[in-house]
Every structure is written in structure tokens, then in C-alpha cells.
């Protein structure tokens, strides 16, 4: 147990991984310190790690380095500047490697297996070889056998010990062979083209990563460089405009967005309309309009007004840095499945290098020659490195989980991906989920021979003074209709019952039934039949009309029901509304009506969804609110619309940054795509392992032929996990 107090957290670059080995070496290291919990992560070269007080951030690195890594901690992990230069610099220096690799080997081939170059040059062929292949064994092939000393000085092996051991038994033997005279048994061009080969690969694998990438480091980069502020001079009592970095906001600032510009963080809108195009934040294709009081997202884009935004989130607390937090907590973590991969690789090339020596060993007993006996057992050490199999998970991981981001998805952890294949019964709240969680003007209906946009006005005009969001919704319907309100005076807000002003000298009522005399039949008959919230308007007494108000379904509501039940999902819908409202609403998107909860109370949510587990189903909860976020938490897979509360998007395994609720399917559809193309990889690369090594160990495979068909399997696993980024909603 921790003799510290107090759990601390820091992420680490770690370099000098090559494999998988290395990884699970890195990670065994570290968990072996008192309290430490750390994951490693080949793909995206981090480590994410949790120790107690009694240890520092120094003792960690420290750890890494007598591991034989280099280990530095993470700055701002927004800023995407010193990461990327690093893969930058590392591309550069392989490039040269590979570069130089692949032209002396493709001249070593030439003199040795092109018969009239190798006839013309006789002797001095053999020679040339040797001057040419050195370049490519000790400059060209230095980082696998600098990581394969690091390791046996640990006493450890790597998948660099296996290729630094198998060029040199080639390259080594060729030159003894030279000297004493055996220039029949020359293998020159097999410790260059397999260097070659496996740097290619390696430089192949180092590109797609980077690309896996792209997608955090496009997020990072999202966000505005600067501002311009309102500063309040007292003198004056003017707001002048001053031009500050964003890093220098603070809650309660207020700034400008201009036509065209970035929103520079989270905020609310005090003055202006525009329409904001939050597609690279949250995936939301369609730009939505803004106005005063409407919430604004940092590193969106403002379309065609100016607005004035009062900052409510800054720095780390942001939206944009909780989605890339989420993101980069999800690709540094492990699925499940991978965790069988990481004990095949911490005991993989020890057993290789037994199998290697054996290998040697039977083709002497059998009456070979050494030179004979050499060749199959340098392809079983080239064949087997397992690059593919470290590669795997974390590639797939790494893109998928960065997809996810671009499509409005934050997947929180690579343990989700396991529960979306075993899920088989969502659960949709309603309000804000299936349908807009704004109410909008719906049914007019009049009583007698009054026309309904008379009463329309009528009711509009009143409520105009109002701040009510019925009354919003009936005065923004009467807008939209193209009713001209009138001029009112005398206005009264009557608590919990309505409101009450005089439009052209009549004085108008708009609230329940109980502020009328008279309420005819069918304004009763209106009531009882709607599905909404209806109010009366009327004068003299008496009601005239009934004006109803709903929270509507959003229109693509219907469509991602039926991509839910065609992904096997059985949908139920939970709502604390009337029994009337519910089965509307149901009805409208396609879920059965016996399906149905209404009147639900918060813990009722939480104990539909425990019964439904208790009856074998497998449940996803979708919800928005506070009252959803116990249902989250019980959920096998909990998904909170990212639109919603903080307290909901804590307590789910999948945040959907968009309102659409055709994200769940997406979201769902991404995870069991991401899922899927693991197992792909993980089949591949324990096949290709399990079938490549006896063939080489029997002499059926070259060690050239073994080292391209090892950097092809770790580039093919690498490739199938970017097809992901191709990934589209079906």
C-alpha cells in the first residue's frame, strides 16, 4: 500500500520504445514502486502515471532511466509544440538512416545476385560488399544495437535484441568468412537489406502514428491566439478594447468576437446574434444561432455578426481542454484485450532467442553445415520481432479515439470499447435527448369565430414582458408566423398562475384555467388532448383560446431510433413528463409504447436501469441532466449529451459533444468499428508470429524474405487501424 497521502498524476514522454517489450518492461518498472499505478503506451509513446506524495515526479523519471528509457514530463499538454517537434526530429533522423540503408543495400544485392556484376568483379566484389554493408551495420542499424546493449545491460531483451543479434551473426560471419576464405558463404546482403527493410518499416510506422495523431494535434491547435477585451475605465465610464493573449483571460472578462474569428473560450453571449460553426469542436455540421444569453464554445468559429462574450471558463477548464484531456486519458489507457498482448511480449523474445539457438543446434545434429545451420536461425530472429503484436491495440486505440474527437465523440477509456460489443438495451431520456429541451409554439385553438393569429397576438403581445420560457416560446412561434405584436402597458405577472397587461386599452390574460370566469368546452377538450403545455387567453372573463407550447423531438430523433435497432439495440424511453407527453413523443420517434416510463423520478431512472441489468439485458443510459447522472453511473455504458450538465458528462463513459441525438449511434457504431479493428490486428499479428517461425526454423523462409515480411506485418497492422479515420456514420 501507498505510504502517501495523497494521489498525484503526471504524464511522460518516454523515448527509446522500439516494440512492445519495451513497453511492458517500462510498465512492470514502474508498477513495482509503492502505490504507483502506471499505463504505457507504445503507440502514443506515453506514460500516464499515478504514485502517492511520498514519491515526486523525479523518482518516477528516475525509474524510467534506470529501465534504459528517457522519460520527460509533459508541459502544457495543450500547447502541441514540443511533442510534435520531437516526432518531427525523429522522422528526420530516420529518414537518413533508411535513406542510406536502402541505397547501399539495393548496391550490395546488385554485386551479389546479378550474375553479370557479380562475374565482372570477381573477388573485388566480395571486398566491396564488405565496405559497403558497414556503413549499414554500424551507422544505419546503431539504434537497434544501442537499445540492445541499453537492455542486456538491464539484463532485458527487446525486439532490438533480436535484429541487433540477427545482423550481426550475418554481417559477422560474412567477414570471417571473407578473411579465412569462404566467400562462397557470404551473407553481406542480408544484414543490409533486413536493416534497410525494418527501417523502412520503421519509418512507415512512425509516419501513420503521427497521422493516428493528426486528429489531438488539430484540437490542440484549435483554440484562438488572442483577444481583444472590454476594460471598464471608470474615469470615463467608456469599455475600451485592448488585444491580450487568451492565456491571459480570466472568468468575468468580456471580449469581442468579430465576423469571422475564433470564440476565444467558453462564454455567454451578452450582446449580438451571429451563428456560431462549432463542427471542429463538437462535429455539429450545421452552424446554430446565438443570442444574448446563449452559451458560446472556445475555438469555434463566429459567422456573420459581432458579438460581445463574457468568459465563464478559461485555461484547463474549458471545453476544448476537456475534450482533449478526455481524448489523450482514453489513447494513453489499455482496452482489455490488449492486456494478453502485453504478457505474450514480456516473455516473447527470450523465448525466441532459445528457439533461435535451437534451431542452430538441430540443423548441426542433422548433418549441416554452420553456414547452413545459420541462415534459418538469423530468419527466426528477424521474423519474430513483435512489432506487430505491440502495435495493435494502441494504433487502433490511438485513431479511433481521435475520430471519435472530430465527430463530436469523447470515448473516456479504452474499457468502453468492450462494453459497447456486449451492449444490447439503450435507454433515452427524453427531455434534451430525444427531443430539443426547448419549448416551442405547437397548436393554437380558438374558441367561436376568433381567428387564431388574432389570439396569437393577443398573447404574444402580453408575454413579450415576460421572461417565462413559455412565454418566449409562444412570442418567438407568433414571430415566426409573422404576427406583429402590439404595444402593451400596465403589465402584471401574476406568480405561478400567469400574466396580465393591456394590449389597445382590453386588458389580456394569459395562465390557467383558474384566472377565467368562463373556459368553453372546446378550450377544455384543447387542454386535456394536448401534449404540451397549453395556457388560456382571453379578456372579458372569459377564455378565448388555448395556446400550447412543447418540448418537440428533434427531427433527426426518429432516424437514430431506427439506427439503434439496426445496430440490435432494444430503445426504452424514460421521462419525468406526463403519461401523455411520453407516449407522443414515443410515437413520434418510433419506440413501442410498452417501452415507456413516464413520471419518472430521478432514482427511478436509476432503478429502471438496475432492473433492466437484473433481468440480463446489457444497458446503455443516454441522458443530459442532473437527474440522469446516477442512471450514467449504473449503466454498463453510460453516454451524456456533452450539452448538457457537468455533473451528467462526469458520470458517463461517452460524452457526445453534439445535440444531435444521432451521435449515440454514431458513437456506439465508432466503438464497436475501433473494437473490430483490434481484434483484426491482434489476430493478425499472433497469427503471422505463430506460423512465420517454424517456417523460418525449418529453412523455408530467407532471412530477406523474414525481414520484409516482418516490416510489412507491423505496417499492415499500423495501415488497417488509420482506416479508421475514414470512418463514417452509416
Given amino acids: 500500500m501507498s505510504t502517501g497521502t495523497t494521489d498525484q498524476h503526471v504524464d511522460l514522454a518516454i523515448s527509446g520504445m522500439t516494440c512492445a517489450s519495451c513497453s511492458a518492461r517500462i510498465e512492470r518498472k514502474l508498477n513495482k514502486l509503492d502505490g504507483v499505478s502506471a499505463s504505457v503506451n507504445l503507440a502514443t509513446e506515453k506514460a500516464s502515471v499515478s504514485f502517492p506524495s511520498a514519491l515526486s515526479v523525479s523518482d518516477i523519471v528516475a525509474t524510467v532511466e534506470k529501465t534504459g528509457y528517457g522519460a520527460t514530463e509533459l508541459g502544457d499538454r495543450h500547447s502541441g509544440g514540443p511533442e510534435m517537434t520531437h516526432d518531427v526530429v525523429a522522422d528526420d533522423s530516420l529518414r537518413r538512416r533508411m535513406t542510406v540503408a536502402s541505397v547501399l543495400a539495393l548496391l550490395v544485392v546488385l554485386i551479389h545476385m546479378v550474375p553479370?556484376?557479380?562475374d565482372a568483379l570477381g573477388m573485388a566484389g566480395h571486398w566491396l560488399q564488405l565496405v559497403l554493408t558497414a556503413p549499414v551495420y554500424f551507422w544505419a542499424a546503431w539504434p537497434?544495437?544501442?537499445?540492445?546493449?541499453?537492455?542486456?545491460?538491464?539484463?532485458?531483451s527487446t525486439m532490438d535484441t533480436l535484429v541487433s543479434v540477427g545482423i550481426t551473426a550475418a554481417f559477422g560471419w560474412s567477414v570471417v568468412a571473407l578473411l579465412t576464405g569462404f566467400t562462397h558463404d557470404l551473407y553481406f546482403e542480408t544484414a543490409a537489406v533486413v536493416t534497410a527493410f525494418l527501417l523502412i518499416g520503421r519509418f512507415i510506422e512512425a509516419r501513420a502514428k503521427n497521422e493516428g495523431r493528426s486528429a489531438l494535434s488539430s484540437l490542440m491547435q484549435l483554440g484562438a491566439k488572442d483577444v481583444a477585451v472590454l476594460r471598464h475605465e471608470s474615469a470615463s465610464g467608456a469599455w475600451t478594447e485592448h488585444r491580450l493573449p487568451v492565456s491571459d483571460l480570466e472568468v468575468g472578462t468580456r471580449f469581442?468576437?468579430?465576423?469571422?474569428e475564433k470564440v476565444a473560450t467558453d462564454g455567454v453571449v451578452l450582446t449580438g446574434r451571429s451563428t456560431i460553426d462549432a463542427s471542429m469542436v463538437t462535429g455539429e455540421s450545421v452552424p446554430v444561432e446565438v443570442r444574448p444569453r446563449d452559451q458560446v464554445t472556445g475555438a469555434t468559429l463566429n459567422g456573420h455578426g459581432r458579438l460581445v462574450v463574457q468568459a465563464t471558463r478559461v485555461g484547463s477548464e474549458t471545453t476544448l481542454a476537456r475534450i482533449t484531456e478526455l481524448v489523450e486519458q482514453a489513447q494513453t489507457g489499455k482496452a482489455p484485450v490488449q492486456r494478453l498482448a502485453d504478457r505474450v511480449s514480456a516473455v516473447f523474445v527470450p523465448?525466441?532467442?532459445?528457439?533461435?539457438?535451437?534451431?542452430?543446434?538441430?540443423?548441426?545434429?542433422?548433418?549441416?553445415?554452420?553456414?547452413?545451420?545459420?541462415a534459418p536461425a538469423v530468419a527466426v530472429l528477424i521474423i519474430a520481432c513483435p512489432c506487430a503484436l505491440g502495435l495493435a491495440t494502441p494504433t487502433?486505440?490511438?485513431t479511433g479515439t481521435g475520430r471519435g474527437a472530430q465527430l463530436g465523440i469523447l470515448i473516456r477509456g479504452p474499457q468502453v470499447l468492450e462494453s459497447t460489443r456486449r451492449v444490447d438495451t439503450v435507454v433515452l431520456d427524453k427531455t434534451g435527448t430525444l427531443t430539443t429541451g426547448r419549448p416551442v409554439l405547437t397548436d393554437v385553438v380558438t374558441a367561436g369565430s376568433l381567428p387564431p393569429h388574432a389570439a396569437l397576438k393577443a398573447a404574444a403581445s402580453v408575454e413579450s414582458n415576460s421572461e417565462h420560457p413559455v412565454g418566449d416560446a409562444i412570442v418567438a412561434g407568433a414571430r415566426e408566423r409573422g404576427v406583429e405584436l402590439a404595444r402593451t402597458t400596465a403589465f402584471t405577472n401574476l406568480?405561478?398562475?400567469?400574466?396580465?397587461?393591456?394590449v389597445n386599452g382590453t386588458e389580456v390574460t394569459v395562465g390557467r384555467p383558474n384566472l377565467f370566469e368562463d373556459v368553453p368546452e372546446e378550450l377544455h377538450e384543447a387542454m386535456d388532448a394536448s401534449t404540451g403545455t397549453t395556457v388560456l387567453v382571453g379578456w372579458g372573463g372569459a377564455a378565448q383560446a388555448a395556446i400550447t407550447v412543447a418540448d418537440t423531438p428533434r427531427e433527426s430523433s426518429r432516424r437514430a431510433v431506427a439506427r439503434l435497432v439496426e445496430l440490435g439495440l432494444t430503445p426504452h424511453l424514460l421521462t419525468g413528463d406526463n403519461p401523455r407527453v411520453a407516449a407522443a413523443v414515443a410515437e413520434q420517434v418510433g419506440i413501442h409504447g410498452d417501452r415507456v416510463r413516464?413520471?419518472?423520478?430521478?432514482?427511478?431512472?436509476?432503478?429502471?436501469?438496475?432492473?433492466?441489468q437484473m433481468q440480463g439485458k446489457v444497458v446503455a443510459m443516454v441522458g443530459d441532466g442532473v437527474n440522469d447522472a446516477a442512471a450514467l453511473a449504473q449503466a454498463d455504458l453510460g453516454m451524456a449529451m456533452g450539452t448538457g450538465t457537468d455533473v451528467a458528462a462526469e458520470s458517463a463513459d461517452i460524452v457526445l459533444m453534439r445535440s444531435d441525438v444521432e451521435a449515440v449511434a454514431d458513437a456506439i457504431g465508432l466503438s464497436r468499428k475501433t473494437l473490430r479493428i483490434i481484434q483484426e490486428n491482434l489476430v493478425w499479428a499472433f497469427s503471422y508470429n505463430t506460423l512465420a517461425i517454424p517456417l523460418a526454423a525449418f529453412g523455408l523462409l530467407t532471412p530477406l524474405i523474414a525481414g520484409g515480411a516482418m516490416a510489412a506485418s507491423s505496417v499492415l497492422v499500423v495501415l488497417n487501424s488509420l482506416r479508421l479515420r475514414a470512418y463514417r456514420a452509416d
Fill in 116 to 118: 553479370p556484376v557479380r
Fill in 144 to 156: 537497434f544495437h544501442r537499445a540492445a546493449a541499453v537492455n542486456a545491460r538491464h539484463g532485458a
Fill in 256 to 260: 469581442i468576437v468579430r465576423p469571422g
Fill in 351 to 374: 523465448t525466441v532467442l532459445v528457439i533461435a539457438a535451437v534451431t542452430i543446434l538441430a540443423w548441426l545434429v542433422t548433418g549441416h553445415t554452420f553456414t547452413e545451420a545459420l
Fill in 396 to 398: 487502433a486505440l490511438l
Fill in 495 to 502: 406568480p405561478g398562475e400567469g400574466v396580465r397587461a393591456l
Fill in 598 to 612: 413516464a413520471g419518472v423520478l430521478p432514482q427511478d431512472k436509476y432503478a429502471h436501469v438496475r432492473d433492466l
